[in-house]
């Protein structure tokens, strides 16, 4: 299918730490206007599924803003810049969060958490032979680390309790390349 949709106008409306988001004013293929929601990420973020050497799973358990409660993922976090390149956010973050360093990340997957309105792309890599460092989480960050195996991860994507896109798509890619 040919796209003959053209943005004409983008204008900025709320500029944030992480996010900018803009009114985006478009050409439809019928010659008609119509206004859409888009939301920069600045800076794109790595993610990590890091694993123990029993098998299991490295997850940390955190209070998410936007859904008013805890939420179980894999560890994550913002580049620090957009030319950083997402290894070494993805290890920055894998010791910052878990305490856990790892010299060999191996790349799982690319993912665009949604597409409909934002740009936000995450790039996930997998650690094994996790090395014991120091967590070092950002000041208004409060984590707690839990270990699950796989199993019980996908069983709880299934039953609806982790309904973090990273970490679905990252969880169900691992089980399916690794299993």
Known sequence: MEQSIKRIKRE???????????????????GKTAQWDYIEHRKGAAAVVAVLPDGKLLMVRQYRNALERDTLEIPAG???????????????????????RCENLEYLISIKTTVAFCNEAIEVFVARDLIPSKQHLDPDEYVELEAHTLEELVRWIYEGKIQDSKTVAAILAYKNKYE
């Open 78 to 100: 913002a580049r620090n810049s957009k030319e950083e390149p997402h290894i070494v956010c993805a290890a920055r973050e894998l010791e910052e969060e878990t305490g856990y």
């Open 12 to 30: 900025l409306k709320y500029q944030g730490a992480i996010v900018d988001m803009y009114t985006d004013t478009v050409e439809l293929p019928d």
